[in-house]
């Protein structure tokens, strides 16, 4: 008899040990599920701001010395690209005062081809930067300089560029003039080169332009060219040199779908 009990009251202990354990457990899978839980969310929150962030406009000029693309090896800033921003804001712009005149941010909302009107602008932005600064260097290696009278033409293009911008151009310049004049003349030194390029491989000059078939499949694969994507896809063209009322979408997209087709240009 009391071998049964001794044995009765060891059992005892044993599944008061043993429910103890099943306790400690219990209560560890709760605490790691809490942790696993907290960890989602913070990982939700994390993706949300930088998702806002990506969508969010970036001001362009108050982060003019913010690197925009680096190429074989040289940073190019938002302001070694500011020329072309000039230049293609107006050019739209002007374009855009033809298609409607009360309203020309209609315009740069049109969606053609697959893109946006200002998102195939920002695209040839980046391009024609990219482009330029691949020939500029290669005619600085090649020892090319402007003539006597290629750089009179430099200079009546440069008069001629700076009185046809629109002033509140003039007001938002994406860098200084001294800038934007060396840039000009970095163009011209690429334009020279690539006219000289184009005799040697016997092709037209405009087949080597930024978008041109020669261009893309013989000359920039020999270039290392490394964008800044996190930077480049908070860029919007049409609201930089120039300043538009709020977006009066006429395509019938979403917003989800208006964001899409932008960053296609990216």
Do not use: C
């Not at 691949?134 to 009546?156: D, H, M, N, S, V």
């Not at 920039?220 to 490394?226: F, G, M």
């Amino acid at each position: 008899m009391m071998k049964f009990l001794k044995r009765n009251k060891t059992e005892k202990e044993h599944e008061k040990k043993r429910e103890k354990k099943r306790s400690i457990k219990s209560s560890l899978l709760q605490m790691l599920k809490y942790v696993i839980i907290l960890v989602v969310l913070l990982l939700l929150v994390r993706v949300t701001a930088w998702s806002y962030v990506q969508k969010t406009a970036i001001d362009y000029l108050e982060n003019l010395d913010a690197v925009a693309v680096v190429v074989d090896g040289e940073e190019m800033t938002l302001q070694d690209l500011g020329f072309y921003v000039l230049y293609q804001e107006y050019t739209v712009e002007r374009m855009a005062e033809v298609y409607n005149d009360d309203n020309t941010r209609d315009f740069w909302n049109i969606h053609t081809n697959g893109y946006f009107i200002s998102a195939q602008a920002k695209k040839a932005v980046m391009g024609m930067a990219v482009h330029d600064r691949i020939f500029y260097r290669l005619a600085l290696e090649e020892g090319i300089t402007l003539t006597t009278e290629e750089k009179e033409l430099l200079e009546t293009r440069r008069t001629d560029f700076w009185e046809d911008l629109y002033a509140e151009q003039k007001e938002n310049l994406p860098g200084t003039y001294e800038s934007i004049n060396r840039t000009m003349f970095e163009i011209a030194l690429a334009e020279k080169y690539q006219s000289m390029l184009a005799k040697e491989m016997d092709v037209t000059y405009h087949s080597l332009d930024w978008d041109a078939y020669d261009y893309e499949e013989i000359i920039y694969p020999e270039h290392t060219v490394k964008i800044k994507t996190t930077l480049w896809h908070r860029v919007y063209l049409g609201n930089i040199t120039l300043v538009h009322g709020e977006a009066n979408y006429i395509n019938g997209l979403t917003d989800e779908e208006k964001e899409e087709l932008q960053n296609r240009s990216d």
